[in-house]
Structure formats: C-alpha cells, structure tokens
C-alpha cells in the first residue's frame, strides 16, 4: 500500500497574532519546541516558547532527560493566561526501564503494561491534563527487531488511543526493520515517528521512506547539534545569504520540504522567533534535493 503524505503548507498562520496553527497530517505543527535537558529552567523556557508562538511541546516520562512536571507548569500557566488547550499539541512518551535512572515513575517490577499504564497516568497527572496529542515509545527494547516487550506496551498504547486519552501514538529511535514491522503489524499503525537525524547517514532517509509509504509523521531531532557542518555547508551558505535567512532557518527550512517535522530545543528566544518562520519562506525543489545529498 503506498500512501503519499499531502504537501506541508508554506506559510505561517497566526492565532490571535501569535500562535502558529500550520499542522501535519496528524495534527502537530511544522515545527515543535523539544524539552530535554532544560532541568529547572524548563518551565521558564515552555512560557517562552508559547509566547512566541509554538503550539507544539515534545516531553517524555524520563526524569534523567526531562522534567514533565515543570512542563506541565508551564502549559497550566498558557491556560490560566486565557490560552486554549485545544490549540495545543502536547507530546510525551513511555520510557522503559533501561533509560531511565533511578527516578523511574512507574513500579519496574509491575509487568510491562502496568508500566506503561503508570507511566501515563503520572504523565498526565504532571501535564495537568486530561489527554495528550502523541504519545510515543521513546525507543524499543531491542535492536534490530522489535522485542515481545514493544508488542505489549503498542498493544496498551492502542488501548490508550481507542480511550481518547491519547490522540495519537508512535515511536522513537526506531530502525527501518523495526518500522515496517510495527505498520505491517500492528492493529493501529504509528500516526508519528521521531528519530534523530544526520545528513552523514542520509537524513535518516530509508525510516522517511517508510513514513512516506505508510503516511507517518517524520519527526527529526538534533537537526542542528547534529549536523554542525552542514551549518557551513556552501549551500546551506549560499542560500542563508541569496534569502536573507540564517543557516539554521535553511536546515529547518529543508527538513520541512522534506517531509519533516523539526524539534528545537533552543534556549534563545530570538532563535525561537527564527525557527518558527522557517515555515514562511520555501527553497526550491533542487535546493531540498542538493541538502539531501550533502554529507554533513
């Protein structure tokens, strides 16, 4: 079955002036604000990034990497203010026992469903909510095939879909192998997958590929901390200047032409203010094609 993910739009719509509204197939906006590794500064950065504009918050259940809670400060304060949580898209994940610390918040000895019931309802309990947009694997439990184990917890997360109480669900850090299993599979395909992504290794393509094929969001993270070269890249280069743009605004710019949804996790919020008008400006179709090719 080839299904064709429909075009991304080119042009930034604003909610009350403010808040960005372009979404994907599966309703996430062209460009999300990731939360990892903000520690006690995470609520203050959240605000931040809503008060420019973002409407897309990536978190997860993880509190080695994240600090849900102080995320979900941040959300409650959005709807104090007189923001609407339906023009929200919150996104968290189940994390399993291996990447977590010794903070894990579920019980690591309840069977792996119970985890993954746990784990979500503390999440919703730290995001002050009564649902969430995505809900994601963060990474399957082996590699390269999927475990028994993520056959259990997918089963729990269509559960959690067919509830309501996830509007979505998908997976991180997943190989193709592990992907085209999972849509050929499963009762509910991945609405969204979220990888990290280098230009060394193709951009990820052969996992786009298949979210291509199936119609899967492509999420991609690290775009910039990942690719520093492509940062000065000639091309990269030579369309920041030709546009008027900055190189980090291009990558952007060439993930959402091709077919992806980019997570940044700056802490500046004029560079927050750049990323979010990547979706303002377009390249051209041999530009995109001349990014995938590079080999950052």
Same mark, same amino acid.
């Given at each position: 079955?080839?299904?064709?993910?429909?075009?991304?739009?080119?042009?930034?719509?604003?909610?009350?002036?403010?808040?960005?509204?372009?979404?994907?197939?599966?309703?996430?906006?062209?460009?999300?604000?990731?939360?990892?590794?903000?520690?006690?500064?995470?609520?203050?950065?959240?605000?931040?990034?809503?008060?420019?504009?973002?409407?897309?918050?990536?978190?997860?259940? @993880?509190?080695?990497? $994240?600090?849900?809670?102080?995320?979900?400060?941040?959300?409650?304060?959005?709807?104090?203010?007189?923001?609407?949580?339906?023009?929200?898209?919150?996104?968290?994940?189940?994390?399993?026992?291996?990447?977590?610390?010794?903070? %894990?918040?579920?019980?690591?000895?309840?069977?792996?469903?119970? @985890?993954?019931? @746990?784990?979500?309802?503390?999440?919703?309990?730290?995001?002050?909510?009564? $649902?969430?947009?995505?809900?994601?694997?963060?990474?399957?439990?082996?590699?390269?095939?999927?475990?028994?184990?993520?056959?259990?917890?997918?089963?729990?997360?269509?559960?959690?879909?067919?509830?309501?109480?996830?509007?979505?669900?998908? %997976?991180?850090?997943?190989?193709?192998? @592990?992907?085209?299993?999972?849509?050929?599979?499963?009762?509910?395909?991945?609405?969204?997958?979220?990888?990290?992504?280098?230009?060394?290794?193709?951009?990820?393509?052969?996992?786009?590929?298949?979210?291509?094929?199936?119609?899967?969001?492509?999420?991609?993270?690290?775009?910039?901390?990942?690719?520093?070269?492509?940062?000065?890249?000639?091309?990269?280069?030579?369309?920041?200047?030709?546009?008027?743009?900055?190189?980090?605004?291009? %990558?952007?710019?060439?993930?959402?032409? !091709?077919?992806?949804?980019?997570?940044?996790?700056?802490?500046?919020?004029?560079?927050?203010?750049?990323?979010? !008008?990547?979706?303002?400006?377009?390249?051209?179709?041999?530009?995109?094609? !001349? %990014?995938?090719?590079?080999?950052?």
């Amino acid at each position: 079955m080839n299904v064709t993910l429909p075009m991304l739009a080119s042009a930034t719509e604003l909610l009350n002036e403010k808040k960005h509204k372009d979404m994907t197939a599966h309703g996430a906006p062209e460009i999300m604000y990731g939360t990892a590794w903000k520690e006690g500064r995470t609520t203050e950065l959240v605000e931040k990034a809503l008060s420019v504009g973002f409407t897309g918050i990536d978190t997860a259940n @993880q509190p080695r990497h $994240y600090k849900e809670s102080l995320v979900g400060n941040a959300l409650h304060s959005f709807l104090e203010q007189g923001g609407s949580r339906q023009d929200l898209f919150v996104q968290t994940k189940f994390t399993p026992v291996a990447g977590q610390d010794s903070r %894990i918040p579920y019980d690591p000895k309840a069977d792996i469903q119970s @985890q993954v019931r @746990q784990s979500f309802e503390s999440s919703l309990a730290d995001l002050r909510t009564d $649902y969430v947009d995505s809900y994601l694997l963060h990474a399957p439990h082996s590699f390269p095939e999927l475990a028994d184990a993520d056959w259990e917890v997918w089963s729990v997360m269509e559960e959690l879909y067919r509830s309501g109480r996830a509007r979505s669900v998908g %997976i991180s850090n997943v190989n193709r192998q @592990q992907l085209v299993s999972l849509c050929e599979k499963a009762n509910l395909r991945p609405a969204i997958v979220q990888n990290r992504c280098f230009a060394k290794f193709g951009w990820d393509r052969a996992v786009r590929e298949v979210c291509r094929t199936f119609g899967v969001t492509y999420q991609g993270f690290s775009l910039l901390t990942g690719n520093p070269a492509m940062l000065r890249h000639p091309k990269v280069a030579e369309l920041a200047e030709k546009l008027g743009k900055t190189p980090q605004q291009v %990558i952007y710019r060439f993930a959402m032409q !091709a077919g992806m949804v980019p997570l940044t996790g700056t802490t500046n919020s004029n560079h927050m203010k750049e990323a979010l !008008a990547a979706v303002d400006f377009e390249i051209s179709e041999d530009d995109v094609e !001349a %990014i995938e090719e590079a080999q950052g």
